[in-house]
C-alpha cells in the first residue's frame, strides 16, 4: 500500500474520533471494503440517517486503506468560526446551497487529482431510515471526472447522534455500526442522469435492506428502526412532511414573519 503523506490536522482528527468510537465501546462490522480503490479518484456516495455517518465512513476507509475523504458540507458548517478553519485545514468542500458551481468545480478538480470526495446525495438526515429520492450531483460529478460511484450504506450510526430524536448518553455505548460498500457504478456524460442517479439509490436501498435484516439487535418497536420493519421510526411521508414543516419555519422565521 502506498504510504499516504502526514497532513496533521486530518490525522489529528482522525486520532480524536477513533478514541471517541473507543470510548463509545463501538464494534464495526463491513462488507464489499475491496470495493474502495487504494488509488485514484472516487465519489463516496453514502446514505444518511445519522449526523456522524461522515466520521464513521472515514473511520472504515482509514483502517482499511489509509485513505482520506474530502466531504462536501453546507456552507454554514464552514462558516462556525473553529470548526470552519478545522474543515478548511482537512479539505472539505464548502457547498453554497443557492449557488454550488463553486463547489462542484473544486469537487471535480479534486477527484481528477485521484482524491476520494464524499457526498450524501439525499442532501439531508433521513429519519424515516429509508432511501428517499436523490440529488443527481453524485453521477454528475463522476461523468464530468471520469471516475467510478462508490455506493455506501451506514445501519447503526444513527443511533449515536440523529435527528428528531435525542439519543441518550448511556445508549451511545457498545452500538454496533455495519456498513455494505458496494460495487464500483460507472457514469458518462451520454447518460441519463436521472436514470443513472435512480440507480444509485436503487443501489443503496439494496444495501440498506441487507444490513437492516442482517443486523444482529433486534429494533421491534425501537425509535431507530423504520417502520416497514416494525420499528416506530416515520414513514417516509411523515418524514417528508415534518422536513417541509421544518423548512417552512425556517423561511418565515428569516423573512421575519
Known amino acids: 500500500m502506498r504510504r499516504r503523506p502526514p497532513?496533521?490536522?486530518y490525522d489529528t482528527a482522525i486520532v480524536l474520533g477513533r478514541a471517541l468510537f473507543g470510548f463509545w465501546r463501538l464494534r464495526r462490522s463491513a462488507t464489499g471494503l475491496a470495493n474502495l480503490p487504494d488509488s485514484g479518484g472516487a465519489v463516496i456516495a453514502m446514505t444518511h440517517f445519522g449526523y456522524l455517518e461522515f466520521a464513521?465512513?472515514?473511520w472504515a476507509t482509514w483502517m482499511h486503506n489509509k485513505r482520506r475523504i474530502r466531504f462536501m458540507a453546507k456552507r454554514a458548517v464552514f462558516d462556525k468560526p473553529v470548526l470552519g478553519s478545522v474543515l478548511r485545514g482537512m479539505r472539505h468542500i464548502s457547498v453554497d446551497m443557492t449557488a454550488g458551481a463553486s463547489a462542484y468545480a473544486e469537487a471535480v478538480t479534486a477527484l481528477r487529482n485521484g482524491e476520494l470526495i464524499g457526498v450524501?446525495?439525499?442532501a439531508g438526515v433521513n429519519s424515516s431510515f429509508t432511501v428517499r429520492e436523490l440529488k443527481t450531483g453524485a453521477v454528475r460529478l463522476a461523468a464530468e471526472a471520469g471516475v467510478p460511484i462508490i455506493p455506501v450504506a451506514i445501519w447503526g450510526g444513527h443511533r449515536?447522534?440523529?435527528k428528531n430524536h435525542k439519543v441518550g448518553f448511556r445508549e451511545r455505548f457498545g452500538v454496533l455500526v455495519t456498513y455494505a460498500f458496494g460495487p464500483p457504478m460507472t457514469a458518462s456524460a451520454s447518460d441519463d442522469v436521472?436514470?443513472?442517479t435512480n440507480a444509485l439509490r436503487d443501489e443503496?436501498?439494496?444495501l440498506v435492506d441487507q444490513l437492516q435484516t442482517g443486523y444482529p439487535v433486534d429494533g421491534s418497536d425501537q425509535w431507530w428502526h423504520p417502520r416497514h420493519l416494525?420499528?416506530?421510526?416515520?414513514?417516509p411521508e411523515e418524514a417528508a412532511a415534518a422536513d417541509e414543516e421544518r423548512r417552512r419555519r425556517r423561511e418565515q422565521a428569516a423573512s421575519g414573519g
Open 194 to 196: 436521472r436514470k443513472r
Open 160 to 162: 449515536l447522534l440523529t
Open 204 to 206: 443503496l436501498q439494496g
Open 120 to 122: 450524501f446525495p439525499e
Open 7 to 9: 497532513e496533521a490536522i
Open 56 to 58: 464513521l465512513v472515514e
Open 230 to 235: 416494525g420499528g416506530t421510526a416515520p414513514t
